[in-house]
């Protein structure tokens, strides 16, 4: 499985970008996929997932009511629309994939991802 994330830029504060996680490979819609981000000097850490069937979401405390996660299965493509951008979230944004669902501490946990792609820099200027 590739994953290739793509749609990051500078912004500034308050404004909005949507990325894409472009995923190829094996049976896209088996996959569960989140994305987590990395700010200088910081541990990686997760963002939001979305289920294979798009039905269920964990989303981290910091984004809830400014990010939304979405998947297209036919485009084999997970979107993240990033509303209301403020200067800590500024970062490198990775999408992965896991076959594994489980519960939030999962994804929080950040290290059980099957696939990770390269990753994409927002920033945000205040």
């Known amino acids: 499985v590739q994953l290739q994330a793509s749609g990051g830029g500078l912004v500034q504060s308050g404004g909005s970008l949507r990325l894409s996680c472009a995923v190829s490979?094996?049976?896209?819609?088996?996959?569960?996929i989140g994305w987590f981000r990395q700010a200088p000097e910081k541990e990686r850490e997760f963002v939001v997932a979305?289920?294979?069937?798009?039905?269920?979401?964990y989303y981290a405390d910091s984004v809830k009511g400014r990010f939304t996660i979405s998947r297209d299965n036919a485009k084999n493509t997970v979107y993240l629309q990033m509303n209301s951008l403020k200067p800590e979230d500024t970062a490198v944004y990775y999408c992965?994939?896991?076959?594994?669902?489980?519960?939030?501490?999962?994804?929080?946990?950040?290290?059980?991802?099957?696939?990770w792609g390269k990753g994409t820099q927002v920033t945000v200027s205040s």
């Open positions: 992965a994939a896991s076959d594994y669902w489980g519960d939030v501490k999962f994804w929080l946990a950040v290290r059980g991802m099957d696939y």
């Open positions: 490979g094996r049976t896209f819609s088996r996959y569960h």
């Open positions: 979305i289920s294979w069937s798009g039905g269920s979401t």
